[in-house]
């Protein structure tokens, strides 16, 4: 009877423990869930509503409950940090040539006390709601690295300068491993910066310099620096290229007359009025850029449906979304894309939408989490370049490589926990998974858009 009980118990807690392992292995498992809000306004916006902004602004939208994709705080818990193993890294040997119409948005803003003497930011404050009654309700002040940091997630790459070679060298491997072509560099002119870091521009034949090593191209992304006209932007596009554009990193896009021309993203191209830009733009302009030696493709945000025709008005040579949040604005929702790529054959101009793998900003604006898009393990990204492929575009661009504030990165995450907080990542996939996705979606796109480049005339190399 004594062995009939020992051999019943050790069945009994070998079932038990089989349930327990069974039921953590399908909490691993279990996919984020998501929900999407309904936009109901631009307050965000620069000119629209005046508000401190961080270089990318975005407003309210109604309540979107994110689940498992939201920072905990106040947790009682000794801090965690994860590395991944090496043998998520793909040999770059046995990947697929780059696509130089995939583009990504890059920033070269970060720094950290080894390279830059204190931190830059990662240490990003928490921006005030313009309604001061909400302001009240939410925390002040500035982060505190290096477990304190302006994002809600860790980069694999831990607190980095901007400014350290090997920190650009693995960004270009990463982009590279990702089949990206080509990285639209945040640029603002020597001296001038954004409100929240330090210049750069010294920064650029270094990235270059690393870009031509993994046989990336880069283009910029020019920033609204203060008191951009059109008297200015003649000087600094003269000054992009004249300083850079002899580079052999140095993108030029391929245009239908075979005319190979510098691409210029302008950030918040619609603050300034489409008379200035007809100065610059237009061949009758009396700040003319074109047929010069410094002529170049022109690419406006579009945000609203009537910024269409200000953009025709002011002689810009195409349209980008820029905005992860889809139906954020109109120019950010796929329901769209379509109905724009069509406006732009009309007028002949590129269309770039805009396409990226989800959205938090809540650890820089704690009042915006309706805007927050689950990433839901990649299929949010995945419906985005869905949406993009099917409006047959000149030029797909992704938003970000690693503009962390607002949760946009597909750079490396891993898991993290402080006492304080616990980050978000990529699990259950490995911090590669975004880059790994791209590179599936970069060689979709290049066989597709080799099919009717022909009908469009489009430059296939």
Partial sequence: MAKFRRRTCIILSLFILFIFSLMMGLKMLRPNKATFGDPFGLELLPVLHQQTRLGKNFDSQNNDKINSETNNK????????????????????????????????????????QFDGKYIHWNHPILKHWDPRLTKNYPQGKHSPPDDIGSS?????????????????????????????????????????????????????????????YNLKVTFHIEPYSNRDDQNMYKNVKYIIDKYGNHPAFYRYKTKTGNALPMFYIYDSYITKPEKWANLLTTTGSQSIRNSPYDALFIALLVESKHRYDILQGGFDGIYTYFATNGFTYGSSYENWVRLKFFCDQFNLLFIPSVGPGYIDTSIRPWNAQNTRNRISGKYYETALGAALHAHPSVISITSFNEWHEGTQIEKAIPKRTSNTVYLDYRPHKPSLYLELTRKWSEKYGKERATYALDQKLPVS
């Fill in 74 to 113: 106040n947790l009682k818990s000794v801090e965690i940090t994860m590395k991944p193993s090496k043998a998520s890294e793909p040999y770059l040997e046995e990947l697929q040539p780059l696509n130089y119409y995939l583009h990504v948005f890059y920033y070269s803003w970060y720094g950290n006390p």
């Fill in 153 to 213: 997630f860790y980069p694999e790459l831990g607190i980095y300068s901007s400014r350290d070679p090997s920190v650009i060298e693995t960004h270009m491997k990463q982009m590279y491993s990702a089949s990206i072509g080509v990285l639209a560099l945040s640029w603002y002119p020597p001296g001038t910066n954004d409100e929240n870091g330090e210049n750069t521009d010294d920064l650029v034949p270094t990235i270059l310099d690393k870009a031509h090593k």
